[in-house]
């Protein structure tokens, strides 16, 4: 029953900022690393960022400098910041977290979990 819930999508103007957050549920022992993924239409998933439960941090090129990827271990929750926003950013963004869970009973299972995923519009 772990969970990824993202918020934080919508429409913007170039040039403008979002926060995306994502919150990890359900019965948590660890949780290795979280990271943000994008899809735009006609193309394929790719990794905007990720962070890992020792703070080490990955951006994509087309996000330097703009995204700033960080999480609150206390609430298992991951943020990522994106400023001066292109149309090219558009895109169905989604959390993923690498995690140790319980889905039932006393079986836990180190394995990728994803979010339903939040739409970013960038346009004028």
């Known amino acids: 029953q772990v969970q990824l819930v993202e918020s934080g999508g919508g429409l913007v103007q170039p040039g403008g900022s979002l926060r995306l957050s994502c919150a990890a549920s359900g019965r948590i022992f660890t949780i290795y690393g979280m990271g943000w993924y994008r899809q735009a239409p006609g193309k394929q998933r790719e990794l905007v960022a990720d962070?890992?439960?020792?703070?080490?941090?990955t951006y994509a090129d087309s996000g330097k400098g703009r995204f700033t990827i960080s999480r609150d271990n206390a609430k298992n929750t991951v943020y990522l910041q994106m400023n001066s926003l292109k149309p090219e950013d558009t895109a169905v963004y989604r959390c993923n977290a690498d995690l140790l869970g319980y889905e039932s009973g006393p079986i836990s299972q180190r394995k990728d979990y994803w979010g339903q995923g939040t739409q970013v519009t960038v346009s004028s």
């Open positions: 962070i890992s439960n020792r703070d080490t941090t």
